[in-house]
């Protein structure tokens, strides 16, 4: 099966930018959807964004105007950028398969930290 593997994290004043990356070691072109979900500490992981393979993408509340996911079909990746960082997004961020609900597919990998300062 597909693997994935993220990157891209790191240490951000808010307000900063920051694009995550997440490679998968096969083609995702037959993939209908991927998403990112994130992680903060004591808190259950939740949906940040997703994209279909027609390119139709969906945001948390939280996130919209800020982030944007988007797919790479020539380097098997899906990117999210995310601009107006804030305190609050910080977490382990995902990458991973989505089902139509947004329910992560695959085991979770190690993800990417993001860590925002206020």
């Known amino acids: 099966q597909v693997q994935l593997v993220e990157s891209g994290g790191g240490l951000v004043q808010a307000g900063g930018s920051l694009r995550l990356s997440c490679a998968a070691s096969?083609?995702?072109?037959?993939?209908?959807?991927m998403g990112w979900h994130r992680q903060a500490p004591g808190k259950q992981r939740e949906l940040v964004a997703t994209?279909?393979?027609?390119?139709?993408?969906n945001y948390a509340d939280s996130v919209k105007g800020r982030f944007t996911i988007s797919r790479d079909y020539a380097k098997n990746s899906v990117y999210l950028q995310m601009n107006s960082l804030e305190p609050e997004d910080t977490a382990v961020y995902y990458c991973?398969?989505?089902?139509?609900?947004?329910?992560?597919?695959?085991?979770w990998g190690q993800g990417t930290q993001v860590t925002v300062s206020s």
């Open positions: 991973n398969i989505v089902s139509p609900v947004g329910v992560g597919l695959l085991p």
């Open positions: 096969g083609s995702i072109f037959s993939i209908n959807a």
């Open positions: 994209v279909t393979r027609g390119g139709r993408t």
